[in-house]
């Protein structure tokens, strides 16, 4: 059963930084190198929106908003899609989730808080 788990969200301070984790479990390589992942994120109120998105051989898209702020990457071989998230904001606080798109495929989400 494929699965993908976020980690690495917390409480920080505005200007702070924090990398967030998504693994894949259960997904064979293939699939995983070929598979566009993305970051969305969902804050109280809100609709989900799309923060970053990454296809191998294609440069990564991000929102307007986090555009020079957070970088989108990928390690195929360790199955976990990175979101570095540098100066942060109070309105980035939001709970970030990934997504697969070969399995349409959500994680549980983490929880990010920025405070002013």
């Known amino acids: 059963q494929v699965r993908l788990v976020e980690s690495g969200g917390g409480l920080v301070e505005a200007g702070g930084s924090l990398r967030l984790s998504c693994k894949a479990s259960?997904?064979?390589?293939?699939?995983?190198?070929?598979?566009?992942m993305e970051w969305y994120r969902q804050a109280p109120g809100n609709e989900r929106e799309l923060v970053a998105s990454?296809?191998?051989?294609?440069?990564?898209r991000y929102h307007d908003s986090v555009k020079g702020r957070f970088t989108v990457s990928r390690d195929n071989s360790k199955r976990t899609m990175y979101l570095q998230m540098n100066s942060l904001k109070p309105e980035d606080t939001a709970v970030y989730y990934c997504?697969?798109?070969?399995?349409?495929?959500w994680g549980q989400g983490t929880q990010v808080t920025v405070s002013a």
């Open positions: 259960g997904m064979i390589l293939s699939v995983f190198w070929s598979d566009t």
């Open positions: 997504y697969s798109t070969v399995r349409n495929l």
């Open positions: 990454f296809t191998d051989g294609a440069a990564p």
